[in-house]
């Protein structure tokens, strides 16, 4: 999976075969079939790998300082995740799009991502209340805080955003903060008695 990731990062995956994947890897091409059917199998386990790290790294940090305030829990949160992916940025540019992929490949990231929001929104819940689940900001804050935290991780990863890691997680946690809290307030207020 790893040969996998650094031709994906390479923007070779649209001319990929089985023969140069396994020749990355330095295996011949049984050992390829005996794990994966074709090379969109191989490409959505990639991404499924690093999302189910991403996933279990986040949930566990948030769990590790849920007696804590939430300036805690989120910068916990966010530093589990974001450490994950630029220790190797290849794993942020597979994960958040930063690579051409097949249309497949596209679609299944979609949808790992939708997963990777739903894990936002019950921690959400978890933290504001299930009340505001009836709100509209229920499902828009926690897309818009993903979406806009992949992209800022790929602006880090690419060089373009010039703080230190440590800086920049801080600055993510205090944006989701402010986004999270700012959304849960204004659904507060909408589902309030007049």
Same mark, same amino acid.
């Given at each position: ?80 995740? &974001? ?28 949808? &790992? ?5 739903? &894990? ?75």
């Amino acid at each position: 999976m790893d040969a996998a990731m650094g031709l994906m990062v390479q923007n070779e995956w649209r001319g990929v075969t089985v023969e140069k994947i396994c020749a990355a890897a330095g295996l011949n091409k049984r050992y390829f079939y005996e794990s994966f059917t074709d090379i969109d199998g191989l490409s959505a386990a990639v991404v499924d790998d690093i999302a189910d790290e991403v996933r279990s790294v986040t949930v566990a940090a948030a769990d590790a300082a849920a007696q804590q305030p939430l300036e805690v829990q989120a910068l916990a949160s966010v530093a589990a995740a &974001v450490r994950t992916l630029v220790d190797d940025p290849r794993r942020a540019r597979v994960l958040l799009g930063g690579v051409a992929a097949s249309p497949e490949l596209d679609a299944h990231r979609t949808t &790992v991502m939708h997963r990777l929001t739903d &894990v936002l929104i019950d921690h959400g819940r978890s933290v504001h209340g299930v009340e505001l689940e009836k709100d509209p900001l229920a499902k828009v804050t926690p897309a818009f805080i993903v979406g806009g935290t992949a992209d800022a991780i790929l602006a880090f990863v690419n060089g373009d955003v010039r703080l230190s890691l440590d800086d920049f997680i801080a600055q993510l946690a205090t944006l989701w903060l402010i986004t999270g809290n700012g959304a849960a307030q204004v659904a507060r207020a909408r589902i309030a008695p007049a």
